[in-house]
């Protein structure tokens, strides 16, 4: 099994990804059984049939150029929604784990896969991510563990994200001034 950071642990993943070859649809493809995590093409064109999975056992991802808001009314299926980062430059899924946490309320596992650096993981955990899922092959496990030590370097960051709800001004007690 492929290992991820989770929580800030490093663990084994247990969850099957779905993907489509050329030659799938969202309509025909092959649902194994166990913990799925299926494109979002998939949830709308099996929404019935997955809907009725037994608790905890399904999961969507979102592509870059996917609205979570069309998921918005679907959260309480999803013990796991995973945002796919095709290339590391490609910010878009920071937006997406922000709106999945604060504007829609989303508190499942929240998790980056693909092309997810180093060091970017404390960006991402800010931005409501809690499991992040390198490329397999990316880190050897003394990598992974270093990672997840370098997670907290910055304590106290000065904005206000989806992990920490207002800047540090607020969050800072000041003496009285002459």
């Not at 969202?26 to 809907?51: H, K, N």
């Not at 309320?105 to 060091?119: C, H, I, N, Q, S």
């Amino acid at each position: 099994m492929p290992e991820l950071i989770q929580n800030g642990q490093i663990v084994q993943d247990d969850w099957t990804f779905v993907t489509l070859a050329d030659d799938q649809t969202a309509a025909s493809v092959e649902l194994p059984p166990g913990r799925l995590v299926v494109p979002l093409t998939v949830w709308f064109a099996r929404r019935d049939e997955l809907a009725g999975r037994p608790d905890a056992t399904l999961g969507v991802w979102l592509a870059p150029d996917d609205d979570p808001a069309e998921i918005a009314r679907d959260l309480s299926h999803f013990a796991v929604i995973a945002v796919h980062f095709p290339k590391f430059a490609d910010g878009r899924g920071y937006s997406i784990a922000t709106l999945l946490r604060t504007r829609f309320g989303y508190r499942g596992e929240l998790r980056a896969f693909g092309d997810v650096l180093r060091d970017q993981f404390n960006y991402l955990v800010r931005c409501g991510f809690d499991a992040l899922q390198p490329a397999d092959g990316r880190y050897s496990r003394e990598q992974l563990q270093a990672a997840v030590a370098s997670i907290g370097d910055f304590s106290q960051p000065y904005q206000h994200s989806a992990a920490v709800a207002s800047p540090l001004f607020q969050r800072t007690e000041r003496g009285a001034t002459v």
